[in-house]
């Protein structure tokens, strides 16, 4: 069974930084694309970032230049490391799997449950 756990997720002031991770477990971090989601209360799930072993990555306009995922294949783990971060930035975060590189929520197979990430100004 696909399973993905988030974890790192916190308050943190404006500008401060988080590292998100997700264990994956049941899936081969390396045979698919991994990718970050958010959503806020009363807001539609946006994709954050997205990444594949050999396809490169993709950012949201948003994200870009603050945030960086990567992902280390030997331990099945994806990472979101988050910089400079500001209060629009709080909701709940997602990690998802996916057969190729994307930020439309459709085109993920398996989701983890989340862990919430609040930035304080």
């Known amino acids: 069974q696909v399973q993905l756990a988030e974890s790192g997720g916190g308050s943190v002031q404006a500008g401060g930084s988080l590292r998100l991770s997700c264990a994956a477990s049941g899936v081969t971090v390396s045979n698919n694309c991994m990718g970050w989601f958010r959503q806020a209360p009363g807001k539609e799930r946006e994709g954050v970032a997205s990444i594949c072993t050999r396809g490169g990555s993709a950012y949201a306009t948003s994200a870009k230049g603050r945030f960086t995922i990567s992902q280390d294949n030997a331990k099945s783990t994806v990472y979101l490391q988050m910089n400079s971060l500001k209060p629009e930035d709080t909701a709940m975060y997602y990690c998802?799997?996916?057969?190729?590189?994307?930020?439309?929520?459709?085109?993920?197979?398996?989701w983890g449950q989340g862990t919430q990430v609040t930035v304080s100004s």
């Open positions: 998802a799997a996916a057969p190729v590189l994307s930020l439309l929520a459709g085109r993920f197979n398996f």
